[in-house]
């Protein structure tokens, strides 16, 4: 049973456009782990989201944390082609156990 | 390295044949972790090390899974008497620092694809 629930499965859109990733828990998190991972590799990470509220920008990713620490979302703006590769947030259960959600594949295409 | 160097990349086994994966941490990481990627992408904790030291193990099964961090080897991940189910990725990831709060980042290999026929 996923703790971690992200929507939507499947996201395809076309270059230049925005989306929206979510990842929902009824578990708080001390922390909450967003990571891309593409076809025949591991997970990467992207950012650590920490604080109730708290609000990080990577380029043009934006990442929200929930006031609960409960949800999280994932804010891409002009997306493109190399953004494409699965989207996986992973809750922190503290010692380095995440809780993974099943992630969302986001297809870019130019 | 400066990677996390896991081994095979693909490994096939029999229904009741063993399967062995290894990882090589990222030197100077003191902490292993392995995962299971099952279909739909679903993450599991399996183990971590502390060096050598079992560190958490509550996500390994009970039998048939064990595992191993020993000096100057790589870690193992070995499965006896496979079964169908236990086909996935097997990651490893290792990481320099942990804490009970925050964990630090995870750095992960490539994964190992076990297809149990």
């Known amino acids: 049973t996923q703790l971690l629930e992200q929507s939507p499965q499947f996201l395809s859109i076309q270059e230049g456009e925005n989306l929206t990733v979510y990842c929902n828990s009824s578990?708080?998190?001390?922390?909450l782990q967003w990571y891309r991972q593409e076809p025949g590799e591991g997970p990467v990470l992207l950012v650590t989201v920490v604080t109730g509220g708290e609000v990080k920008k990577l380029k043009r990713l934006t990442f929200q944390f929930g006031d609960a620490r409960k949800d999280s979302s994932l804010h891409i703006t002009a997306a493109q082609p190399g953004d494409t590769g699965l989207y996986l947030c992973?809750?922190?259960?503290?010692?380095?156990?995440?809780?993974f959600g099943a992630g969302t594949q986001v297809v870019v295409t130019p | 390295g400066e990677e996390v160097a896991q081994t095979p990349k693909h490994l096939v086994r029999g229904e009741g044949q063993k399967a062995k994966l290894y990882c090589a941490p990222i030197?100077?990481?003191?902490?292993v972790f392995w995962y299971q990627q099952v279909l739909k992408n679903e993450f599991k904790f399996l183990i971590s090390f502390q060096n050598e030291n079992v560190f958490d193990e509550t996500g390994m099964p009970k039998e048939r899974f064990s595992a191993k961090c020993l000096p100057n080897s790589p870690c193992s991940l070995e499965i006896q008497a496979t079964k169908l189910e236990d086909s996935a990725v097997y990651f490893c990831a290792s990481s320099q620092f942990l804490t009970s709060g925050t964990t630090g980042e995870l750095f992960f290999g490539e994964g190992s694809r076990l297809t149990v026929l």
């Open positions: 992973a809750g922190d259960g503290g010692w380095g156990k995440l809780q």
């Open positions: 578990s708080v998190f001390s922390s």
């Open positions: 030197k100077g990481h003191s902490y």
